[in-house]
């Protein structure tokens, strides 16, 4: 069964940065495109970054670009999510989530979701 269990989620200020980390199990974590999306109150789930098995293909939402970097660890099967310049808009659940097979940006994709971590941005 393919866990994964993210954290580093928190209260920040404007401006200022955050990591979130997620700890895959059950899978061989090399084959897996893991990404992060975020649900902020209200509204939908939507993608914020992917990374695709190789490393080598990397997507990001345009309102995170420039600010948040999604970064893995194979070796100890983890995919991180640098968040930098965060604003109150950044505000949100955020979850990590993997699936077996290429870089994919729709939630419907996805068969393998972390618990979220929280997230919170105040101005």
């Known amino acids: 069964q393919v866990q994964l269990v993210e954290s580093g989620g928190g209260l920040v200020q404007a401006g200022g940065s955050l990591r979130l980390s997620c700890t895959v199990s059950?899978?061989?974590?090399?084959?897996?495109?893991p990404a992060w999306f975020r649900q902020a109150p209200g509204k939908g789930r939507e993608i914020v970054a992917a990374?695709?098995?190789?490393?080598?293909?990397?997507y990001y939402a345009d309102s995170v670009k420039g600010r948040f970097t999604i970064s893995r660890d194979n070796a100890n099967n983890t995919v991180y999510l640098q968040m930098n310049s965060l604003q109150p808009q950044d505000t949100a659940i955020y979850y990590c989530?993997?699936?077996?097979?290429?870089?994919?940006?729709?939630?419907?994709?996805?068969?393998?979701w972390g618990q979220g971590t929280q997230v919170t941005v105040s101005s």
């Open positions: 990374q695709r098995s190789s490393g080598h293909r990397t």
């Open positions: 989530a993997a699936r077996d097979g290429g870089l994919q940006i729709r939630t419907s994709q996805y068969n393998y």
């Open positions: 059950g899978r061989t974590f090399s084959n897996l495109t």
